[in-house]
Each structure stands twice: as C-alpha cells, then as structure tokens.
C-alpha cells in the first residue's frame, strides 16, 4: 500500500525553525512531483512549495526566502525547511505527491498532515 507519512510538525515561537520530512513508501516506480501544502483554521487548503523530479521548485509568495523544498530521490523523501517562521505559518501542513505505481498508474497522494504552531 503506497502512503505518504510527514513528521516534524509541532509548536515554535516566532523567528524558529522548523523541518518537515516526507517519506513515501509502498511499491512506487516513479516519483514526480512532490510538494507541500497547508491548511489554517477557516481558510482554503493552498501550495506552499513543490519541487520536480529534475530539482525545480516553485514556492507561494509569502514563503520565498524563508522556506526551502528539497527532495532526497534514494531516500523517496522530501523536506521542507521552514526558517523566519510566523503566527500566520500556522497551519496544518500536508505532503503530496504524483508517482507512478504498479501497472503503471500515475496518481496523486496526500499524506495525513502534520500541525505546526508559531506562537508569537
């Protein structure tokens, strides 16, 4: 069974940082895309950074210069490492990922999500 598990969420104070993994695992061929999302309290789940196979990445406004996506291809994982953190970083953050399983299939998964909390 293909899944996608994230872990380093929890609670910083403004100004930290912190570092989301990624891990996916199951019988995959091919990983494409992969990518971070987040959801707050009362607002639309949006894309905070993704990064392609080949190593390009593409980040929301708010976040450029702050966090970095990287992927780590033997390992299956990807990171995003999140500096300069604010209250309005709040969210719960969730990992995604096109890959390519058996018979072929190109899908796209999402994993659980992982709080992180910026106190001010």
């Known amino acids: 069974q293909v899944q996608l598990v994230e872990s380093g969420g929890g609670l910083v104070q403004a100004g930290g940082s912190l570092r989301l993994s990624c891990a996916a695992s199951?019988?995959?061929?091919?990983?494409?895309?992969m990518g971070w999302y987040r959801q707050a309290p009362g607002k639309q789940r949006e894309l905070v950074a993704d990064i392609s196979s080949g190593g390009s990445t593409n980040y929301v406004d708010s976040v450029k210069g702050r966090f970095t996506v990287s992927r780590d291809n033997a390992k299956s994982t990807v990171y995003l490492d999140m500096n300069s953190l604010e209250p309005e970083d709040t969210a719960v953050y969730y990992c995604?990922?096109?890959?390519?399983?058996?018979?072929?299939?190109?899908?796209?998964?999402w994993g659980k999500g992982t709080l992180v909390t910026v106190s001010s």
């Open positions: 199951g019988i995959i061929f091919r990983i494409d895309t």
């Open positions: 995604n990922a096109d890959l390519v399983t058996t018979y072929n299939r190109r899908s796209n998964y």
